[in-house]
């Protein structure tokens, strides 16, 4: 009975108890020996509907251990202003706060709020790039990151004062002094791992998909994967590290991917003190062929219990491994990795040998993947629409006006928790996103970080050297709560949203200009790198190098975004209003004029529509003698006021390219047909568990 009183709420919950939360990244890491430049590269699509998505700089220092013996650490915040400081860069300073929002966040009373514990200083600190989280030093060292599942961690909640009880410690924090302290990817590793086992860590939502972190972290010689998760008492926490093998890639999205660990192999793992002891005191220790511990499935979360947060999504791995699973497919064509696995991605290996050497901008690629290609192609099926988009909006209610009691989407707890579209690496909810890369040269010279924000498949990415002491205007400006003309996001966000007015013939002429730009880009930093190599040998006067640097990424940084800017534009005289403009040549006769293409829609999405009723009805129309001859007799068997399912099979007949819709469901999560079905089944469900009335839901009426 307990069973059934709480599915009957299940059934029937309010939109705000099942909403997911969307901070979900995906990071990749790239050894020197699989880049054809011998550089380390790492990569993080911040994925994240509400996050302040600024960057900054915050600058090396020398600290007075005997005025300042103690290090702050701040809150986790992720929305605007996610810190408020002026010892950490031009970014964070009050005087960079948007005009509306200065005298709510300059008070000093909210400035000392953010601070909710400290930790000794060090005498010295780097430099770094931070935005949410730590991204890359003046060292070369770099962070990419992407929240998991883990079993422990319901408790570990941020603590809200320095004097109070409870972890201090989560990634962005901890990101961020790794980065301030170290000059290599180990260090960073132990330096986060131990602080976090000393002070405490909670993850970046209680959820059981987000207590747990999954870090790549590089320095210009070597690629590792650092995983962390709150213990059981929610007071520590147990952590482990493996070195990415010379010559592969490796990739984690939002679950942990690091399995059999070694315990005494130390080049290449490390881990906590209580890595294995708390596994067998909480009998959760489980063990691969070779007898090593399996982080993933000991400390990822419970695949058969209870799900901690039933609020959440139900447990579909592919999520998580399907992303996964195209980067290493991507790079080891020839392993024939199949992307169908079960819970903890078993199949899928730690890393792959590329069989191609990969340059950065092929790992920018992978930034901007959407499946394509693949049987799983996000830009194909009925969910991509007629023009073939791969965007997918988040779950939700179709809240009207910012009511959130109105529900016109019509779905249901059950819906929400039981639909899902496939989520690909290049998603429009990205905050920002980078290819860190770290270059065999002194480190004065050899770091970049390419860096862009808004949806990757939309913008441009500008390099920025890390001994840059400021960072391009435009990637420090900006807010969610307004278009900003200043700010690079919103430029790269009207060029994305204008593309999904037709996709299929807009966004060829955005990956145009991508490949131009950043071509150009690349030429660029090759000649800036070898001037800069000079000044270093012919020993230039402290801080030239930094100086020429900076000024190299501020006007490339200028250039890109005045290029977006002005590519919107150019993109509404291109295509519009279902037309693509066009002219023609000019003759001895005729001059040139304009020559407009109408581009309409497929044959296959019209049959879903009402398009042919009128036509099919006319007591006048004769079928063409071509392909289309049997179409009288098809249509004669479908009246369109019948379902979506009927129409869809009289599409798979007549597929524009000459294929079938069979494949619409696995694109797509299950296809129109199986969506109906599972509709149908939804409501069987929804009525036997207590359903609010014995009426079919709305949402099922209105299919046509």
Known sequence: MTTLIFLFALANASAKEFQQPRQQCTTIGVTAGATDDHSTLVTH??????????????????????????RPVYQYKNTYPRLVADDRG???????????????????????????????????????????????????????????????????????????EGPLFEMTSLSMIALERCDTAKC?????????????????DTSE????????????????????????????????????????????????????????????????????????????????ASGDLDFTVTYGPDEFGPAADWAGRMKKNDYCTDRVWRVLSLAAPSLNLQRKTNFFGDGLPFSVQVEELKS???????????????DIDMTKGVAAGPFGSPIRYDEGYGEVGGNDDSNSNNMTAWDMKHGEFRRAIGIMRTSWSF????????????????????????????????????????????????????????????????????????????????????????????????????????????????????????????????????????????????????????????PTAIKMTEFFYPRWWLVLTDYFSNSVEAKDWTPPTNSWE??????????????????????????????????????QGGGVITACLLLAAGVCVGYFFGAKSSKTPQVYQQIP
């Open 435 to 590: 290819v860190a890369q770290a270059r065999k040269h002194d480190n004065e010279v050899g770091g970049v970080l390419w860096f862009s924000q808004y949806q990757p498949s939309a913008g441009g990415y500008s390099p920025i050297f890390s001994s840059a002491v400021e960072v391009p205007k435009s990637f420090s400006r900006g807010t969610l709560f307004e278009f900003s003309q200043e700010s690079s996001y919103w430029a790269f966000c009207a060029v994305g949203n204008y593309a999904q007015t037709a996709w299929s013939y807009i966004h060829p002429y955005i990956a145009k200009k991508q490949n131009e730009v950043e071509s150009e880009l690349f030429e660029k930093v090759e000649l800036a790198t070898d001037k800069a190599k000079k000044m270093v040998e012919e020993k230039e006067s402290n801080g030239k190098v930094a100086e020429y640097l900076t000024s190299v990424s501020l006007e490339v940084g200028e250039f890109v975004f005045t290029t977006w800017k002005a590519l919107l534009f150019e993109l509404i005289g291109l295509v519009h209003d279902g037309y693509q403009t066009g002219v023609t040549e000019p003759t001895e006769t005729s």
């Open 188 to 204: 960073a590793v132990k330096t986060m791992g131990d602080l976090a086992v000393e002070f405490g860590f909670y993850g970046a």
């Open 209 to 288: 998909d987000e207590r747990g972190e999954a870090l790549t972290v590089s320095d210009k010689n070597e690629v590792w994967m650092f995983h962390i998760s709150p213990d059981p008492t929610s007071s520590s926490a147990i952590w482990a590290a493996q070195r990415v093998p010379e010559g592969h890639i490796t990739a984690a999205a939002n679950a942990f991917v690091i399995r059999g660990v070694k315990k005494d192999d130390e080049e290449n793992f490390l881990f906590s003190d209580n890595l294995f002891s708390e596994a067998e005191e909480q009998g959760v220790a489980s063990y691969d």
């Open 90 to 164: 031009e970014t964070w300073k009050t005087s960079n706060l948007e005009t509306d929002f200065i005298d709510q966040f300059s008070d000093q009373t909210f400035i000392d709020s953010q601070v909710v514990g400290y930790i000794p200083q060090v005498p010295h600190t780097y430099g770094l790039f931070e935005s949410l989280f730590g991204i890359m030093n003046d060292q070369q060292v770099a962070i990419g990151e992407s929240t998991c599942a883990a079993r422990f961690g319901l408790e570990a909640v941020k603590r809200p004062c320095p004097t109070c």
């Open 360 to 374: 950065v901008k092929d790992i920018m690629a992978l930034n901007r993947d959407q499946f394509q290609g693949s």
């Open 630 to 667: 049997s179409v009288e007799n098809v249509f004669g068997a479908v009246e369109f006021s019948k379902s979506v399912a009927e129409r869809v099979s009289l599409a798979r007949t007549i597929w524009d390219d000459g294929t079938t819709l069979n494949n619409v469901g696995e694109q």
């Open 45 to 70: 699509t911040a994925d994240c509907k509400d996050c302040d998505f600024r960057l900054s700089k915050t600058l090396p220092q020398t600290h007075d251990l005997d005025k300042n013996p103690n």
